[in-house]
């Protein structure tokens, strides 16, 4: 079997890189090719805890998308949830901003395509909402939690909220009703549950 390959990361020009966001984790994946494919290994605990991510996962959740979907800005506050996220087939636009309310980097972005090709892993921690466009039909975005869902404490910001300046693809996008009528982030950090979020909360909740 062939030495592990390590993905080159591409960040689009001119957005932040994944290390000016506390928390943020861009982890490339070690793949071992040969004449019948590869074998992925995708993440494993020590390497996690050599990163800072002491995360216990909870839940897994898989979609699959055609092109020109959007799914975001999601979070969830209550409890707080973190995130490992992976496209496993076709290719996403992804996005996650910082809405920790102690936070230097409040309000801040970056985008990261991940893709079946790159096999690159994001770590979110509780404290940024999460989005992503798909650029291909039928790719498939799987996701650790570390939290189990709760409608009563999920939130939503707006997509394409101005004040945020995220640069999306070129792309007539295709959205829920829920996503098209979230807020945008000045509103939810008005309201009293968004303290849920602050710098100083542990990363893998």
């Known amino acids: 079997m062939q030495a592990a390959r390590r993905s080159r990361i591409i960040l689009p ?4 890189p994944p290390e000016s966001l506390s928390g943020i984790r861009v982890i490339p994946p070690r793949s071992f090719p040969d004449e019948r494919g ?12 050599r990163l800072g991510i002491e ?44 809405i920790r ?18 096999m690159v892993s994001l770590w979110a921690p509780a404290g ?8 291909e039909d039928d790719s498939v975005v799987y996701y650790l939690c570390t939290a189990e869902w709760t409608p009563r404490g999920e939130g939503a ?14 792309l007539t996008p295709i959205l829920s009703a ?5 807020a945008p982030l ?12 602050t710098i100083s909360a542990r990363a893998s909740s």
Request: aromatic share 10%; glycine share 6%; net charge neutral.
């Open 13 to 16: 020009p001119m957005l932040r």
């Open 38 to 49: 590869y074998l992925l290994e995708a993440w494993r605990r020590s390497e996690l805890e």
């Open 55 to 98: 995360a216990e996962f909870r839940q897994a959740i898989q979609s699959c998308s055609r092109r020109g979907v959007v799914r975001g800005l999601h979070f969830q506050f209550n409890p707080p949830q973190g995130k490992l996220i992976r496209c496993i087939a076709g290719r996403i636009w992804d996005v996650v901003v910082d």
């Open 101 to 118: 309310h102690d936070s230097p980097t409040l309000g801040d972005h970056m985008v990261l395509e991940l893709s079946a090709t790159n």
């Open 128 to 135: 940024f909402a999460h989005g992503f466009m798909t650029l």
């Open 157 to 170: 910001i707006l997509w394409n909220d101005p004040a945020l300046g995220i640069a999306w693809p070129d």
């Open 178 to 182: 829920k996503d098209r009528e979230a």
């Open 186 to 197: 000045a509103r939810w950090l008005e309201d009293r549950r968004s303290r849920a979020f």
